[in-house]
């Protein structure tokens, strides 16, 4: 029956008997029937977009398929569970898996899911950028097709490849393999494919100065029609960068501004936090090429958006789950159900797999219009959320460009803050008083950043081991200092407060600024500093009301010394004596589950 529902896309009703199926065969000690039922609910789980829950089905029954000696099973939940690593963008984690099937794929003669893996695996490959290998793959994956005589995933084969060349710049090799892709996919009436192959082709075109601009168009309304946001993103981004490129900026940055609001749609549907920034990876670029225009043509107005932007880009996850930590449970549930809904929905439509050869259980793929109902339906949801939130529900109210003038607002005058954020590989940043604001651009290289803040971490790190020389510190000293030099000192004239209010970006987020050396003192001499994730973070912080309620009086106080940290448990037991009413954790006691238990109730935690 479960099989059923399933199959008639009622996965909620199905998954409540997968649930009592479960219940029975544990019950009888069925353990193998037991492991099938959690690798078939974890692929509903995975095309629910709940990519954790479904990796925990599929690793429990792994492991029983393994004990089992039960190698078919065991390579498709390989192969299953690599996928969604692939999805969340956890690439090392998703190879070791793609490898695995493989080789057991390979024993088994399951040619179709040996050639699948090794598509899989070929995209793994070229995201760790190491190409030769992944061409090979690709070819690997290719052969199995052909010897499956299957046409739809021997097109999908040449959209990857098409992306392999256009990526590595052999841009007429690329809209060679994407033409032939475009025929093949129309031939089998697959529009949303059909769009992904021609935007390659017109991507290549613009960028040489060809007016394409009515393809890309094109491009952009079929991606539209068939759900697929990101590639119409990329569609109206290369129309921007076109006409950026070609002295009419303000036709740019239309067509730019258009790409990050509709990636800002598309990220709406997204299914949890570790999707965000897997749905971000590689797609960040739309972003910065939208922050980069604004800030060339550099108007105060235009100042203003970039910033908006930047902080769209950096923080709009965290801001949503901290301005919505008590929602309703039911409103929770509504969104819960309707974004699963969606993600199966989107699976379904975007999927190039057969479903007699990969999975039985795949739900039957719905009409793209009653796919637009169920988009409707859930942003009226995420509506009525927000409005029992009271936060802004219109686009108008969320496109104000607030952010600016609340933070000056916010700023007293001997505060500033220092928003850094990356341009194309370049370090920039917004400098804000409760004044004034200036962006300081391309001052370093994030390259040269990440190579410092390696050295950094070897220096002390081998201080830990080793100890303190005079040498180890003096090397360190000088990184300091380069570090000084290159990602502060660009931005310190002007500065005459004396308390620094710092969102790092990328690697600066490990490094300490407060450490930084200019030759004669540290910055920490010179300035008291704050550190948080994003000017609108630090804003909502600064500007929330203090809770008064009981529950969020108490101070938790944990230390366990351990190598590195000895005097830890002396310092919490200090603070102990100066906060009396604290709940104080020290040595043995200070376990996580102690944590877990006081964590909900605590206020300050040290």
């Excluded at 803040?453 to 000293?477: D, F, P």
Aim: glycine share 4%; aromatic share 8%; proline share 3%.
């Amino acid at each position: 029956l479960a099989n059923v529902l399933s199959l008639q896309n009622q996965v909620e009703e199905a998954l409540q008997r997968f649930t009592l199926a479960r219940k029975a065969f544990m019950a009888q000690g069925v353990t193998p029937y037991v492991a099938m039922l959690d690798s078939n609910v974890g692929f509903l789980r995975y095309i629910s977009g709940e990519h954790n829950a479904a990796l925990h089905l599929m690793a429990q029954a792994r492991q029983e398929f393994v004990r089992r000696n039960m190698e078919v099973e065991t390579a498709k939940c390989e192969a299953d569970m690599a996928d969604v690593y692939r999805d969340l963008n956890l690439f090392p984690e998703a190879l070791e898996r793609y490898q695995c099937a493989i080789a057991l794929f390979e024993r088994l003669s399951l040619s179709y899911e040996l050639a699948r893996a090794e598509h899989g695996h070929a995209e793994i490959l070229f995201a760790l950028e190491r190409v030769e290998e992944a061409f090979a793959a690709l070819e690997r994956a290719e052969r199995g097709f052909l010897q499956q005589k299957n046409k739809i995933q021997l097109a999908g084969i040449l959209i990857t490849r098409a992306r392999f060349l256009r990526y590595v710049g052999n841009n007429e090799s690329a809209c060679q393999v994407a033409g032939k892709a475009l025929r093949a996919l129309r031939k089998q009436n697959l529009g949303g494919w059909a769009a992904e192959a021609a935007y390659i082709i017109y991507d290549v075109l613009l960028e040489g100065g060809e007016n394409k601009v009515r393809a890309m168009q094109t491009v952009k309304r079929t991606a539209l029609q068939y759900h697929r946001r990101w590639l119409a993103s990329r569609a109206e981004n290369a129309l921007g960068n076109y006409f950026t490129h070609n002295h009419s900026l303000a036709k740019g940055i239309k067509h730019l501004r258009s790409a990050v609001e509709i990636l800002d749609e598309a990220r709406t549907t997204l299914p949890s936090e570790e999707m965000h920034s897997g749905y971000l990876r590689g797609k960040l670029y739309l972003y910065e090429d939208l922050i980069s225009a604004l800030l060339e043509r550099g108007s105060r107005g235009d100042i203003i958006e970039a910033l908006e932007w930047t902080e769209q880009s950096k923080s709009r996850l965290m801001l949503e789950r901290m301005r919505n930590p008590d929602q309703k449970q039911e409103v929770n549930d509504t969104l819960q159900r309707l974004r699963a809904k969606l993600n199966r929905a989107y699976f379904q439509i975007h999927s190039l797999e057969e479903d007699a050869l990969h999975r039985p259980l795949r739900p039957e793929t719905p009409p793209l219009e009653s796919l637009k109902s169920l988009e409707k339906e859930y942003r009226s949801a995420l509506r009525e959320r927000d409005m029992l939130a009271g936060f802004p529900t219109s686009e108008a109210e969320k496109h104000e460009n607030k952010t600016l003038s609340q933070v000056q607002s916010a700023l007293k005058p001997n505060e500033t803050l220092i928003e850094y954020f990356a341009l194309h590989g370049e370090l920039c940043a917004f400098v804000i008083t409760s004044k004034n604001v200036r962006v300081e651009r391309n001052f370093a290289s994030l390259q040269e950043i990440a190579y410092l803040a390696r050295r950094l971490r070897y220096h002390l790190q081998r201080c830990e081991i080793v100890g303190a020389t005079r040498a180890s510190e003096m090397a360190t000293r000088s990184i300091l200092q380069t570090l000084y030099e290159k990602v502060f000192k660009p931005l310190e004239e002007g500065i005459v407060s004396d308390h620094l209010i710092i969102a790092p970006h990328g690697v600066l987020h490990g490094l300490p600024f407060s450490a930084f050396f200019d030759g004669e003192s540290y910055l920490i001499d010179k300035y008291e500093t704050l550190y948080t994730p994003s000017a609108a973070i630090w804003l909502s912080h600064v500007v929330r009301p203090v809770d008064s309620t009981p529950r969020h009086k108490q101070v938790l106080l944990m230390g366990i010394s351990a190598p590195g940290i000895e005097q830890a448990q002396v310092e919490v037991e200090a603070l102990g004596h100066l906060l009396p009413d604290s709940h104080l954790f020290l040595g043995e006691q200070a376990t996580t589950q102690a944590f877990l238990q006081e964590v909900e109730s605590s206020r300050w935690i040290h």
